[in-house]
T-cell receptor
Framework: NAGVMQNPRHLVRRRGQEARLRCSPM?????VYWYRQLPEEGLKFMVY????????ESGMPKERFSAEFPKEGPSILRIQQVVRGDSAAYFC???????????????FGQGTRLTVV | AQTVTQSQPEMSVQEAETVTLSCTYD???????LFWYKQPPSRQMILVIR??????QNATENRFSVNFQKAAKSFSLKISDSQLGDAAMYFC??????????FGTGTSLTVIP
């Protein structure tokens, strides 16, 4: 069972371009979470999705940022018209559903380091 | 909303000694899960230990153990016989019944040889 897969690992974009970050959750996981981490800081929650539904996007900026988790394929975090302040590591995590009982932790991908130049 | 507080931004410990990292949380739920994650310089988030709130027994994983005080809403991590490889950022996390995860701001642990 492969872990959470994120790609690309590193992404360089010029100001004004679009960044697309992909996340394939672990098999059987129905919950996906996106976090942003600045250097020397903690994880900042962005969005929580289930298949085809956004459950909580309270941590995501209202403009330029969007996320989806389609019925088929990976979850996508899209940042339009990137600015220097978007430079950060973006982590995706997935977790199993609440039922049946079992391990309930979030499993993390290795992150995508976005650099805006 | 639930909050998770780690009041120690930085901690240090001598190699082979024991260190305790503190974590408190605020919730009105009775059934939830608690976790400690480790983030070494590679930035990969690694699960260290998990605790189900309905279990009174404190979880242990080799040199890592927790002191879970449900009434006090406290969930501290004890690392025994500290090793150089334990140096990392440690995050406390809470999973709610709504399947949302809340993370603390982290504690940076330095291990002194």
């Amino acid at each position: 069972n492969a872990g959470v897969m994120q790609n690309p690992r590193h992404l360089v974009r010029r100001r004004g371009q679009e960044a697309r970050l992909r996340c394939s959750p672990m098999k059987g996981h129905s919950h996906v979470y996106w976090y942003r981490q600045l250097p020397e800081e903690g994880l900042k929650f962005m969005v929580y999705l289930q298949k085809e539904n956004i459950i909580d996007e309270s941590g995501m900026p209202k403009e330029r940022f969007s996320a989806e988790f389609p019925k088929e394929g990976p979850s996508i975090l899209r940042i339009q018209q990137v600015v220097r302040g978007d430079s950060a590591a973006y982590f995706c995590a997935s977790s199993p559903p609440s039922y049946p009982p079992g391990r309930k932790e979030a499993f993390f991908g290795q992150g995508t380091r976005l650099t805006v130049v | 909303a639930q909050t998770v507080t780690q009041s120690q931004p930085e901690m240090s410990v001598q190699e082979a000694e024991t260190v305790t990292l503190s974590c408190t949380y605020d919730t009105s739920e009775s059934d939830y899960y608690l976790f400690w994650y480790k983030q070494p310089p590679s930035r990969q988030m690694i699960l260290v230990i998990r605790q189900e709130a309905y279990k009174q027994q404190n979880a242990t994983e080799n040199r890592f153990s927790v002191n879970f005080q449900k009434a006090a809403k406290s969930f501290s991590l004890k690392i025994s016989d500290s090793q150089l490889g334990d140096a990392a950022m440690y995050f406390c996390a809470y999973r709610s019944t709504g399947n949302q995860f809340y993370f603390g701001t982290g504690t940076s642990l330095t291990v002194i040889p």
